[in-house]
Each structure stands twice: as structure tokens, then as C-alpha cells.
């Protein structure tokens, strides 16, 4: 199987067309989509204790910088498109390679564009009250179903047009949703605070919290819905075939954006905590809108038109970026003779990989009309997180085989931080093995599926 390098990617005419600026904001514009505005509330469910809350979060953002930084070695020793897929490819053989591929295309990067899509039409229903989930114009086509369909489209259309395009409108909205968050942060500390949920979260801050098997096992779960408030910072990866000076901005993209972007989860998290008592406030909030709840305590009654426009920016940027990462992967997969020919073909003109951007449009178009992305992304968190583990693995892996490799950029605390991330995210793993099989096991029944997949390509490239 052919290897792709930097001089196959440049007969195939992709361009380097982006700079430092660029692999941040989409490092950061991947990151942040509706996540940080809702998910406190679940994770406030499982830890039932303010200290806890911070805890998981502090230690989610730990982990993920330790991730970035373990990447920004394996991106700047491998600056090609494809990025993760490549990493195992190379580390753990291309069924590796394959699997993530295949499990990233059928269910974890098309669903979370379908995800976020409709979550930006269901928030666009705050101003437009016609798109709504119960204005059915066709069997199974809702209103807020084909505003989300709309803009998958739109924004898939514009990303054909050139490299530079789609990391303009990321720069921008990416901009944009960072001063809402910073927005958020600042008047949380400067407009004062509610004295009751300081009472009741500052007094009591470890209260339900001890080192007991229980409570690790609440952070843990709890941390789940951290990590993947936090994920998608790998998608710079994927487009490193495209990334000026790559050995240089690659790791340093990964460790700025992962890192200003963390920063900014945990304040936003001590703002709840100064607003909101932890229960039942947060831990109740309407449909988890734990942000929006905030924001009313704060300003009073303009906090849902506030919210909803804040998301509707972090969630159109967010879906751009995924949309823009998400099509080098499978262009990378078709140019080792793993999925169809034509999605390793590059436009002429625009230098993009159109066709694959095509067919990931169509498969996330499929997944919007089902209704089904939102259970299918439930079913493969574990599988996101054991691709993480095998990645960094990986690292350990190639240093001992390739010794040779040219890395311009060493891990950070190699080999301490990374084993530390692998034993932490195993731990995790386990727990939700345990605590939350009904989640766990159909992931692994998607990912394995592909195992017969592979060798039907194999065989069908040879």
C-alpha cells in the first residue's frame, strides 16, 4: 500500500495555504461548539458536588493539552493530510488507520455535523419561530430539519472553493464565538455574583466529595461529557497536507488553541458556580441550557435571544471547521486505495478535495433526515476515546521503531505525561465499560464492523 508523502500530495494539488493564525482558529473553532453552553448540567448530575464539577474539568483539561502536545510530535514528525488516520497507519498498520477512518466517516465526524447543524436551526427557532421540530413539511422533514440540511450544504459548497475560503469564514466565526465566551466570563466576575449560590457552592465546595471508589467512579463518567465538550482539536490535524511550515505551526496551533480554549471552559464553569446554585439550578436547568440560565440571572429577561444568537455564531463556526477537517481524512483513505478512487481526486481550480466533501455532505445529510446522529455519537464516545489511547500509544511505538524519524518537535513530558493520559483515559474506559455498557458496546459493534470493510478494499485495490 502506497504511503502518502509530501511530494504525492503536492502532485495531487493540495496547497499550503494555511498559516498559524489559521490552524489555531480551527483548532479552537472545532473545539467550541454548543457543548460548553449545556453540558455542566450533566456533569454537575453525576459529580453532585461544586469541587467535583471544577475537578473534572481541570483534569479534562489537563488531559486534552497532554493529548494536543503528544499530536503536535506525531504532526510535525507526519505533516500529511489525513493527520490522525495517518498517526495509526503508520504506528499500528493501516487496519488501525482504517478503522478510525471508517468509524469517522460513518458515525463520528458526519454525526457531529448533522448534531450541530441542527442545533444551530433549533436555536435560529428563537428568532424564526417557523423552524421547528414539529413544522413537518414532508414525512420526516421538519422545518429545523431542512434549515440544518441548508446550511450543511452551504457551508460544504463554499469549502470547495479553495483552502483559503474556508479558513477565512473559520477565522471569523471562530473570533466571534471566542469573545461571546470571553463575553460570558468577564460579566460573570464583574457583574458581581448571586450571594445564594456562593453560598451554597463556595461554602460547601467539596461537600458530597471524597476519595472513595464512588466518587472516582462519578468523575470519571462525569469526565466523559468534559472530554467531548473538548474534542475535536484534532481536526487541525487533518489538514496538515495544507498547513504552512507545518513542523513549526502544527504543534504550536495545537498546544495555543487547546490551551486558551481550556482556559476559557474552566473560568466559564466558575461563573455558573457564582450564579447558579449547583442544585437544582445546575444540575436542572431547562433542557441542560445551563449557560442561558446564567445569563438570565445576570441580565434578567433578554438571556434566551443573547444565548441563542452566542450559539448560533459557536455552532456555525464549529460546523465549518468539522466540515472543512473531516474531508482530508477520507481524501487520504481513497489515496491509499481505502475508499473510492474518486475521493482522492483534488479540483484543478480549487486545489480541495471536492468529491470528498461531497460524500461526506450527502452521509451527514442521511444522518440529519434520520434523526438518528445524536444516539449514534452516544454509542461511540468509548470508541472516540480508545482511538485517543491507541494514538498516543502510537507515539511510544514509533520512537522505539523509527528512531530515525525526524522530529523537529518532541512530546512534552515524554514519556510521563503521555503514559499518565493513557492510564487516566483506560481508567475511563473501564468505567464506562461498567457503568454505561449500553453505550460502550454498540460503539465497538460499529468500529468492528469495518474489519471486514478493510479486506473488501484491500481486495478491491489490488
Not at 282 to 299: C, G, K, P, S, Y
Request: net charge positive; charged share 10%.
Amino acid at each position: 500500500m502506497a504511503t502518502t508523502d509530501r511530494a504525492v500530495e503536492s502532485k495531487a494539488g493540495l496547497i499550503q495555504g494555511l498559516g498559524l493564525v489559521d490552524s489555531t482558529t480551527l483548532v479552537m473553532g472545532s473545539m467550541i461548539g454548543s457543548g460548553i453552553f449545556i453540558v455542566s448540567a450533566d456533569v454537575a448530575r453525576q459529580v453532585r458536588s461544586p469541587g467535583l464539577l471544577i475537578l473534572v474539568w481541570l483534569v479534562s483539561a489537563v488531559l486534552t493539552v497532554i493529548a494536543a502536545l503528544s499530536y503536535g510530535e506525531l504532526a510535525a514528525a507526519m505533516p500529511h493530510a489525513g493527520g490522525q488516520y495517518v498517526y495509526l497507519r503508520e504506528a499500528l498498520g493501516p487496519l488501525s488507520g482504517f478503522l478510525y477512518g471508517w468509524t469517522l466517516f460513518l458515525v463520528i465526524q458526519t454525526g457531529t455535523i448533522a448534531a450541530v447543524a441542527v442545533g444551530f436551526a433549533k436555536f435560529s427557532g428563537v428568532f424564526f419561530p417557523w423552524i421547528s421540530a414539529t413544522n413537518i413539511i414532508l414525512p420526516g422533514l421538519s422545518t429545523q430539519r431542512l434549515v440544518g440540511i441548508l446550511l450543511l450544504i452551504s457551508l460544504s459548497a463554499v469549502n470547495c472553493l479553495g483552502i483559503r475560503t474556508g479558513a477565512t469564514i473559520q477565522n471569523i466565526f471562530t473570533v466571534a464565538k471566542t469573545a461571546s465566551l470571553l463575553g460570558l466570563v468577564v460579566l460573570g466576575f464583574a457583574l458581581g455574583s448571586n450571594p445564594q449560590a456562593v453560598q451554597q457552592n463556595f461554602a460547601g465546595f467539596w461537600s458530597g466529595a471524597s476519595l472513595s471508589f464512588e466518587s472516582l467512579r462519578f468523575v470519571a463518567v462525569g469526565m466523559v461529557g468534559a472530554l467531548f465538550a473538548a474534542d475535536a482539536w484534532n481536526n487541525v490535524t487533518f489538514t496538515a497536507g495544507e498547513v504552512k511550515n507545518p513542523r513549526r505551526n502544527l504543534p504550536l496551533s495545537l498546544a495555543l488553541g487547546t490551551g486558551l480554549v481550556l482556559a476559557l471552559y474552566v473560568a466559564t464553569n466558575f461563573v455558573y458556580l457564582r450564579w447558579l446554585p449547583l442544585d437544582p439550578a445546575i444540575q436542572h436547568a431547562a433542557e441542560d441550557r445551563v449557560a442561558t440560565a446564567t445569563v438570565q440571572a445576570m441580565l434578567g429577561g433578554n438571556a434566551e435571544r443573547l444565548m441563542a444568537l452566542a450559539i448560533m455564531v459557536s455552532t456555525f463556526g464549529c460546523m465549518n471547521g468539522l466540515i472543512l477537517a473531516g474531508a482530508r481524512v477520507y481524501y487520504a483513505m481513497a489515496r491509499d486505495g481505502l475508499f473510492f478512487r474518486r475521493v482522492g481526486d483534488i479540483h484543478p481550480r480549487y486545489h480541495t478535495p471536492v468529491a470528498s466533501l461531497a460524500v461526506q455532505c450527502v452521509w451527514a445529510c442521511l444522518l440529519t433526515l434520520s434523526g438518528t446522529y445524536n444516539d449514534l455519537l452516544d454509542y461511540v464516545i468509548f470508541a472516540v476515546l480508545l482511538f485517543y489511547i491507541l494514538t498516543i500509544a502510537g507515539l511510544f511505538v514509533l520512537r522505539r521503531r523509527r528512531p530515525e524519524m525526524e522530529r523537529p518537535y518532541l512530546a512534552w513530558g515524554y514519556p510521563w505525561a503521555p503514559a499518565f493520559y493513557i492510564v487516566v483515559a483506560v481508567y475511563i474506559e473501564v468505567m464506562l465499560l461498567l457503568y454505561k455498557p449500553g453505550y460502550t458496546f454498540p460503539g465497538l459493534v460499529i468500529v468492528l464492523l469495518g474489519v471486514p470493510v478493510y479486506y473488501f478494499w484491500r481486495r478491491r485495490g489490488t
